[in-house]
């Protein structure tokens, strides 16, 4: 079920930004450990800078549930160090002689505040005019500065990151004017990404076989017929099931943001779409029925094989779908997109003779469906519920065509 | 290099030019036989006699209408106006007369004459007698405005004044007066409207001029154990000011503090930090934050004007604002 | 054409009647053309005429050199021009226009001639006569010969400056002659509901030499003026001059006068010298044939000032302060 070492309700703790210039800090030393409760100012680790060595003390109660970077490690500023019950960290305390302000986490308050503010976003005119050179869009930055403001230093903090990072929700810029082309180091975006996931994402991972036998057999039929507008693919029908069950189980459309589980409150599923340069991402929206999510399936892994992925195609989703089973691949076991929810993998189906409810054989088409699941947006339970309805919209596929 | 007082740069820089220049004298209450009320002028007059060092009766209209009469007849008078609330006295002379008459007679003739007053609190000399209101003067077309804060500034800069064929207001600090330091031999000669980099930095621009200067020093020391690097600049020069000077600075930093004893309100600062906002508006990485006095007359009591006086502590506080 | 006599520097006689007249009649013409100008929108702003004063400008002004320097008042035109201000440079000056003497930057109000020892007419009440004192004393520290007058009009006696530069010159024999045109008006109160004093025992108080004559015979004032002025030439030491005089026009060009009675009693100095040229002999045609030269002089110097170009504000901003010069 549940991944023995995450427990719910977890949030990171960060490298802290103990002065403006700095960048990293070595975690010096840890002064607790896994398991172990916590008072509000109790010294939790010990950082050294090349100008400082500060003790960075705990901003409320909790427990520490997990260490993320063990003593003697140097981690960039806002990376997470460790798990704990207490608050996700957002800005820690400026020391007073006016060191710089806060880290920049990416899923912390400011961000939130930043869209609050009327969705007007607060910048300074230095960082509007380092992200414009930059041909970055502001609102694919985190601004750390009071109100959520965004400062040069978040401008730059971003450009590193869209250097190092496949597409994501929020940066047309990585569209076609843009776009990844054969000449970015795609490798390194997905590398950083994929990182990022284990690093920040506490997983947890549910198994299921469902029986794709009816589900084929409907997909045979919608290609065979000769009036058929296009060719339906298993992965249109799959990415169906999952908004399906996402509309009957609203409590898994959310996504992981500033501490809490955001419901969305649309329907879409991200889809891994291999290319030559390596695997890709679009975001497909689920709206109207599976001839325009077949259509836009299409046309989205057409862009992402050319490169040329688009701001259409970085929506949010709470899941993301990753299908194998054209290989004979029996299970994935994915790894969670940092901004969703859920990765799905599905293997190839395999003919294998189940009990019927007589306890006779029965021939059947099975595929695995791997759920990745965030632990800290969704529990086990709800999780499994959700696994299931996807299953039984698979395994009743006429459902998903109303 | 000698240490000494800043009242003696003072001293030194009158002597020095008044032995080359037979056209400079100087006038005021008590400086000739007194010295001079902070001893700026002791010795002057039994050097030079009394037509150069003249002794005026308390008529400070008079004092400086007189002046702009000796600067029209050839010769360049330096005119001490004891306390820079007094120059409220004398405000027609200056303003009216003096600021205007190179403009309104078009450039028929030139007033070069200096008004040398003295600035600022800290001695517990209450309300009317403590203002800071080098604003006033910046604000005239045709004035200039000096304001040194170490003693070879104070040198080099009463004697550029001095030379300057405008009427120029040079203000000391009085609490400056007592204050030690080092005075060249042979000082620098120093240009009128030009400003000076104390401390280098490269995290934010503190913009300063007279005896603040020595508080955002020891605010920027402070800063930079805290990892901030201040780079500390001295005006010098009030009116005009080395805005390009300022700029740059601001090119690299990206933040500004603007910090002056005056009062904050429609104070020196405010129009630093407008110019600033206009041209260097897309520097800025935070909020241009001014430091000066509270809106408030300069009060008596040694708790109270210790309280109002803007020091270290504002200036530091001004700092973390710009960071938001 | 210039009033002032550069051979007159340091004293002589005082010049015969028919110059002064010339002088005076030069001054009444140019303020008339002044009123006719400002009617039409030609001169902008405000004046101040000095019909009825002009006796008291031409007759100090003819014991004063060109290295003598004045400072006048509002209503300076006649001081001006009786010093030397060139009536070209003069209207063009009160027209706004380039090459007018102050390049269209001051206007009636603060006409100026420095080379002539002509210091400023100045907009405020009082405004010159601490600049005088100065000139007098730079006069003096310097060594030279000249000496400065301060004119103002009994309007300045309630002024503070007033009282602080009587002292002061007092104090330090300041070799400046306080000159007051006394025509009893204070803008639009009578100056008896002004002062308290009179400044005969103003001047006593501070030890300064006093003398009052009647400001419309322009003989007199010239005389006694010659007198004076040897006396602080010689002696080194401040003095006052007061004229009683008129003035004829209001306060400034515009004002109705509505606070003042028509005098018809009122003394006319112009007239007064072309009476007793008269009485002495002169001839009425050669007066005539004067007076017709005077106005076309004036005539042609308003026509050279409305031909003139005006200002450009790029020339006035490079003069707001005084280059650093090699000087």
């Known amino acids: ?402 | 290099m000698t240490e000494q007082r800043f009242a003696h740069a003072i001293n030194r820089a009158l002597d020095d030019i008044m032995a080359r220049d037979p056209s400079v004298v100087l006038l005021g209450e008590d400086i000739g036989r007194a010295g001079g009320v902070f001893a700026a002028t002791r010795g002057l007059f039994q050097k030079y006699g009394p037509d150069r060092v003249i002794d005026m009766p308390i008529a400070e209209n008079a004092i400086a209408g007189v002046s702009v009469g000796l600067a029209l007849g050839g010769l360049r008078p330096v005119a001490e106006i004891m306390f820079m609330d007094f120059v409220a006295l004398a405000m027609d002379a200056i303003v009216n007369q003096a600021a205007k008459l190179h403009f309104m007679f078009g450039g028929q003739a030139a007033v070069p004459l200096v008004i040398r007053t003295q600035h600022g609190g800290g001695l517990n000399a209450g309300p009317q007698h403590s203002q800071c209101l080098e604003a006033w003067f910046a604000h005239i077309p045709g004035l200039k405005v000096v304001c040194p804060a170490t003693l070879d500034d104070a040198y080099a800069l009463l004697q550029a004044a001095i030379e300057d064929p405008n009427p120029v207001l040079f203000i000391e600090n009085k609490a400056l007066y007592p204050m030690k330091g080092q005075l060249s031999d042979t000082p620098e000669p120093a240009r009128l409207g030009q400003a000076r980099i104390a401390r280098p930095g490269r995290d934010v621009t503190i913009v300063t001029y007279g005896a603040m200067l020595h508080h955002a020093l020891a605010a920027a020391e402070t800063l930079a154990t805290s990892g901030i690097e201040a780079e500390v600049i001295d005006l010098r020069t009030i009116q005009p000011w080395d805005e390009a000077t300022v700029l740059a600075s601001l090119t690299r930093t990206h933040r500004l503090v603007v910090a002056h004893e005056a009062v904050e309100a429609f104070g020196p600062g405010a129009e630093i930090a407008a110019r600033m906002a206009q041209v260097g508006f897309n520097e800025l990485d935070g909020p241009i934050v001014r430091v000066g006095g509270a809106f408030m007359p300069v009060p008596f009591s040694r708790t109270l004007e210790a309280q109002y006086l803007p020091g270290e502590r504002q200036i530091i506080d001004g700092v973390n604002a710009t960071y938001g | 054409m210039s009033v002032d006599d550069p051979a007159r520097a340091g004293g002589g006689a005082t010049p015969p009647l028919l110059d002064l007249y010339e002088r005076m009649l030069t001054i009444r013409e140019a303020e008339r053309a002044c009123g006719a100008l400002f009617a039409e929108g030609a001169i902008p702003g405000f004046i101040h005429l000095s019909d009825g004063q002009e006796a008291v400008s031409v007759g100090v002004m003819a014991s004063l050199g060109r290295q003598d320097t004045i400072a006048s008042t509002h209503r300076g035109h006649g001081h001006a021009l009786a010093k030397g201000l060139e009536l070209h440079a003069f209207f063009k000056e009160l027209m706004g226009k380039a090459d007018g003497a102050c390049k269209g930057r001051g206007g009636s109000m603060h006409v100026a001639d420095i080379s002539a020892g002509m210091l400023g007419a100045n907009g405020i009440v009082g405004g010159g006569i601490a600049i005088a004192v100065g000139s007098a004393l730079a006069h003096k520290l310097l060594k030279r010969p000249a000496i400065a007058v301060a004119f103002f009009g009994d309007g300045a006696l309630a002024e503070g400056v007033l009282h602080e530069c009587l002292n002061v010159a007092a104090l330090k024999d300041i070799p400046v002659v306080f000159v007051c045109e006394n025509n009893g008006w204070s803008e639009f109160s009578p100056t008896s509901t002004q002062i308290r004093f009179t400044l005969e025992k103003l001047t006593a108080a501070y030890g300064i030499l006093y003398r009052r004559i009647d400001g419309h015979y322009v003989t007199g004032v010239a005389e006694t003026a010659a007198e004076i002025i040897r006396t602080v030439r010689d002696e080194g030491r401040p003095a006052v001059l007061e004229c009683l005089t008129t003035r004829i026009r209001g306060h400034y060009e515009g004002d109705s006068q509505r606070y003042r009675e028509p005098d018809p009693q009122a003394l006319d100095p112009v007239a007064l010298a072309l009476q007793a040229l008269t009485a002495d002999g002169a001839d009425a045609a050669a007066l005539e044939a004067l007076a017709a030269r005077v106005r076309a002089t004036v005539e042609a110097a308003v026509d050279a000032a409305r031909a003139s170009d005006e200002p450009t504000l790029q020339s006035a901003a490079e003069d707001v302060y005084a280059q650093v010069s090699a000087a």
């Open chain 1, 1 to 402: 079920m549940a991944s023995p070492t995450s427990p719910a309700g977890a949030a990171p703790l960060v490298m802290p930004k103990l002065g403006l210039t700095m960048s990293e800090g070595l975690l010096a030393a840890w002064q607790v450990a896994p398991g172990d409760e916590v008072e509000a100012g109790q010294v939790l680790f010990v950082v050294e800078t090349d100008k400082i060595t500060n003790e960075i003390e705990a901003p409320a109660a909790g427990r520490i549930l997990e260490v993320l970077v063990g003593a003697g490690e140097t981690v960039a500023v806002g990376r997470p160090i460790a798990l704990w019950t207490g608050p996700a960290q957002g800005a820690p305390e400026r020391p007073e002689q006016g060191a710089a302000d806060t880290s920049e986490a990416p899923s912390s308050q400011p961000e939130a505040e930043a869209r609050v503010d009327g969705a007007r976003l607060l910048s300074t005119p230095l960082a509007r005019r380092l992200a414009g050179a930059a041909g970055l869009a502001l609102d694919a930055v985190v601004g750390t500065g009071p109100r959520g403001r965004i400062q040069s230093e978040d401008v730059r903090v971003a450009l590193e990151q869209r250097s190092a990072s496949p597409p994501r929700p929020g940066l047309p810029s990585q569209g076609p004017r843009s776009g990844l082309g054969p000449g970015r180091d795609l490798r390194a975006l997905i590398a950083a990404r994929v990182t990022r996931s284990k690093a920040e994402v506490p997983h947890f991972y549910l198994s299921a076989d469902a029986d794709l036998g009816a589900l084929e057999h409907l997909r045979e039929q919608l290609n065979a017929d000769p009036q058929a507008q296009r060719r339906i693919s298993i992965t249109a029908l799959l990415i169906l099931a999952a908004a399906k069950a996402l509309r009957r189980h609203p409590e898994a459309n959310v996504v992981w943001r500033d501490g809490r589980a955001q419901p969305l409150d649309s329907l879409a599923v991200g889809v891994a779409v291999d290319t030559p340069a390596g695997v890709m991402a679009p975001v497909i929206p689920v709206a109207g029925g599976l001839y325009p999510v077949a259509e836009a399936l299409e046309a989205a892994a057409a862009r992402a094989r050319a490169g040329r992925l688009g701001a259409a195609d970085v929506g949010e989703a709470a899941l993301g779908l990753s299908n194998v089973g054209m290989f004979a691949v029996r299970a994935l076991t994915p790894i969670i997109d940092p901004d969703q929810t859920f990765m799905l993998g599905v293997g190839a189906p395999r003919a294998t003779f189940r009990p019927n409810d007589d306890g006779a054989p029965r021939l059947v088409r099975e595929a695995t469906l791997s759920l990745a699941c965030d632990h800290r947006a969704i529990d086990g339970a709800p999780a499994a519920r959700f696994l299931a309805a996807i299953v039984e919209g698979l395994e009743h596929p006429l459902r998903l065509l109303v």
